[in-house]
Nanobody, 128 residues
Framework: QVQVVESGGGFVEAGGDLRLTCTVSGLRFDDQAMAWYRQAPGKAREGVSCIKWSGDSTLYADSVKGRFTISRDNAKNTVYLQMNSLKPEDTAKYYC?????????????????????WGQGTQVTVSS
């Protein structure tokens, strides 16, 4: 059984930092690309960042470029999202997804084709 578990969310003031962690079990982690998504109340889900199976290729949404960094540790079956200089508009529930492919491709952003498994999400709230 595949399990995807996020942690690290919380409440932070604008300008602060948080690191999200996603740990996966039940499949061969280093065969899959991984991605982070977020969804704010009343808004559609959006892709935040994606990382290739090997960790040597990453993609970011324009809204987080230069502030967020995705990384992975295949030995620990874990992917991270370091979020710096957080803004109130970053407030959302953040989800980790296991890709169905070992690369991100152009389709990762919406998650519909990319994601094979989803976590339950972790809430990030940024106050102004």
């Amino acid at each position: 059984q595949v399990q995807v578990v996020e942690s690290g969310g919380g409440f932070v003031e604008a300008g602060g930092d948080l690191r999200l962690t996603c740990t996966v079990s039940g499949l061969r982690f280093d065969d899959q690309a991984m991605a982070w998504y977020r969804q704010a109340p009343g808004k559609a889900r959006e892709g935040v960042s994606c990382i290739k199976w090997s960790g040597d290729s990453t993609l970011y949404a324009d809204s987080v470029k230069g502030r967020f960094t995705i990384s992975r540790d295949n030995a620990k079956n874990t992917v991270y999202l370091q979020m710096n200089s957080l803004k109130p508009e970053d407030t959302a529930k953040y989800y980790c997804a296991v890709g169905q492919f070992n690369y991100c491709g152009d389709f990762w952003y919406t998650g519909r084709t990319f994601a094979g498994y989803w976590g339950q999400g972790t809430q990030v709230t940024v106050s102004s």
